[in-house]
């Protein structure tokens, strides 16, 4: 369920009986063809689905992350690395006060990775409490049916473009991109970056028929409805 569409004399009923809670990360970025703020739907919306069975609470998404390579982008914005940090403590430091004691933070985006050291040092400040930091995109079973549908899949590409992330007039090349060399060219800055990336896309197509992605989508929900349900103590 949505925090948005509860009040709070819902959510404090809610806490007579339930002590989970997902966070969804996201981030406002550049994705080629495909809505700036991909990571920031598709996170929240495999959470929201996900919960929705169990009955657990998926407060809104935190729709910037950190992303400074793509900032040559424009309406790409970047959060610094402390910053983040400071909104995720915050965030769990309010869910603790008020009684969640399990929490799970849905992750969309793969800059947000500093955020799993912190969720670390913050159990340890915390006894009592769990939290999970799960990278829906690339765990273990969606990568898997990823690369059973197409092994060329990386960022900004068909894997990421969904019915609900793409963006209304605008038509996803008929092409597949060659593999570029981003891993070797981090060290240049944003704007060199955004040279050779060109459009965003780092390899392969751009788009896949629907049923494909609504496969993957079936994966997803699943194998995240799993990490809030199962494995606490």
């Known amino acids: 369920m949505r925090i948005s569409d509860r009040n709070w004399m819902q ?13 969804p990360l996201g981030c406002t970025e550049q994705h080629a063809w495909l809505s700036l703020a991909t990571d920031s739907i598709l996170a929240e919306r495999v959470a929201v689905e996900a919960a929705e069975p169990l009955g ?4 809104p998404v935190v729709p910037y992350g950190i992303t400074p ?5 424009p309406g790409t914005l970047s959060l610094r690395i402390e910053t983040l940090i400071a909104i995720v403590r915050d965030v769990l430091d309010g869910l603790a006060g008020q009684g969640f004691r399990r929490i799970v933070v849905v992750n969309g985006h793969g800059g947000n990775a500093p955020v799993r050291g912190f969720v ?15 990278d829906w995109w690339n765990a ?15 960022h900004a ?14 038509a996803s090349p008929g092409i597949a991109k060659a593999p570029v060399d981003y891993p070797n060219w981090t060290h ?4 060199a970056i955004r040279e050779r990336l060109g459009d965003g896309n780092f390899a392969g197509r751009y788009q896949r028929p629907d049923a494909d992605m ?8 699943v194998e995240t409805r799993e990490v809030i349900a199962e494995g606490w103590t």
């Open 11 to 23: 959510v404090e009923r809610l806490l007579a009986g339930e002590d989970r809670a997902v966070l």
């Open 56 to 59: 657990v609470p998926v407060f």
């Open 69 to 73: 390579n793509f900032t040559a982008y």
């Open 120 to 134: 670390h040092q913050w159990l340890a400040g915390h006894p009592g409490h769990q939290v999970k930091f799960f």
């Open 140 to 154: 273990p079973k969606v990568w898997a049916k990823v690369q059973e549908i197409d092994p060329i899949a990386s």
């Open 157 to 170: 590409s068909w894997m990421e473009n969904f019915p609900w992330t793409r963006i209304a007039g605008e």
């Open 188 to 191: 240049l800055g944003p704007r």
């Open 214 to 221: 609504a496969a993957i989508w079936s994966v997803a929900v």
